[in-house]
């Protein structure tokens, strides 16, 4: 019987799809398993599940001979060596679209957030700072007729887009062949949705932090390493930038004493982008798919690119 190793519980009905017919290891641990347990779950497996918290590069492959099918419960692939997966002849599957719309929903509430200052209105409740209705108090940003550019004019930046554009705002999608620089002088809100590459990495440094308009707000719940942690830290601290709401950073999970988190104006999730049943359920469901059509030799219905 096949076997496939899984590298987290997903409590969702996909999985019985593959213990139908095959032998399944389920990593129950709270935690992701280390490289080591990660070597020692695929030394004799067919398949394997994996999440984005797991490492897949040629040494891990190296130790897997009898892998047949890697199916990423994600959308994106940035944690597989694409490259490796490749030499050795292993297709790789994500789960596009079934995540569009929670992951738009998500950045919708970010940019909300950020744009009418919660943290620091909801702050100033329990502070007693709210001591009456203030003319000029929590002033925050009007949506409509605000510019958002969308860097990453993919599946979920055109879901960001159409939602914005139904708050009023004006909305400007930038790819790899547009002027960014221009781009995020102009806007009110910059909002990130390219995958992390070898081309994206650290994209938004410090010289493009101050590219941005005074007081913009930025907004990231496509990957943390598409943002200069440093950078960003000083762009707060400066006040060059408005407020920054993140749902990814670099490094992930953020240890609670990391200097970012000192930063005014600042909301950090703990990438939550995806987190709904319904959106939850729909990965697991496409990664059994991939799975099962990797292990028998079919195309995958969903492969990374
Ligand atoms: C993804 O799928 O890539 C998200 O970051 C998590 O759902």
């Known amino acids: 019987m096949p076997r496939c190793f899984v ?33 020692s779950g695929v030394a004799s497996a067919d398949g394997l599940l994996c999440l984005l918290t797991d490492r ?19 959308v994106g692939a940035d944690n597989v ?3 490796a997966a490749r030499a050795h002849g292993i297709p790789v599957g994500v789960t596009p679209d079934v995540l569009t719309d929670a992951t738009a929903d998500l950045t919708l509430a970010l940019i909300l957030t950020a744009a ?79 995958p992390l590459t070898s081309s994206t ?3 938004f440094d410090a010289e493009l932090l101050a590219a941005m308009k005074p007081g913009a707000i930025l907004v990231n719940t496509a990957r943390g390493g598409l943002v200069g ?4 830290r000083a762009a707060l601290a400066s006040g060059a930038l408005g407020f920054a709401a993140l749902d990814v950073t670099d490094p992930e999970p953020l240890p609670p004493d990391h200097p970012l988190l000192t930063a005014p104006n600042l909301l950090v999730v703990p990438h939550i982008g995806s987190a709904t049943t319904a959106a939850r359920e729909r990965m697991a469901d496409l990664a059994v798919d991939n799975l099962l059509a990797g292990l028998d030799g079919r195309p995958l219905p969903h492969a990374a690119s």
Do not use: C, Q
């Not at 040629?58 to 099918?69: N, Q, S, W």
């Not at 942690?229 to 960003?232: E, K, N, V």
């Open 7 to 39: 590298t987290r519980t997903l409590p969702f009905p996909a999985l019985d799809r593959l213990r139908a017919a095959h032998d399944v290891t389920v990593w129950d641990g709270p935690l992701p398993p280390s490289p080591e347990e990660l070597r």
């Open 56 to 74: 897949i590069d040629d040494a891990l492959l190296d130790a897997a001979p009898a892998l047949k099918v890697i199916s990423n419960y994600a």
């Open 81 to 83: 060596d694409l490259d």
């Open 116 to 194: 009418r200052r919660l943290p620091e209105a909801a702050a100033a409740v329990t502070t007693g700072e709210w001591r009456t209705w203030e003319p000029a108090g929590w002033l925050g940003l009007e949506l409509r007729g605000a510019r958002l550019v969308v860097v990453g004019p993919g599946r979920i930046g055109r879901a960001v887009g159409d939602r914005a554009e139904a708050f009023g705002m004006e909305v400007t999608y930038v790819g790899r062949r547009d002027d960014l620089d221009a781009a995020v002088a102009e806007a009110d809100v910059v909002s990130l949705h390219a």
């Open 201 to 203: 990495k650290g994209l």
């Open 229 to 232: 942690t440093d950078a960003l």
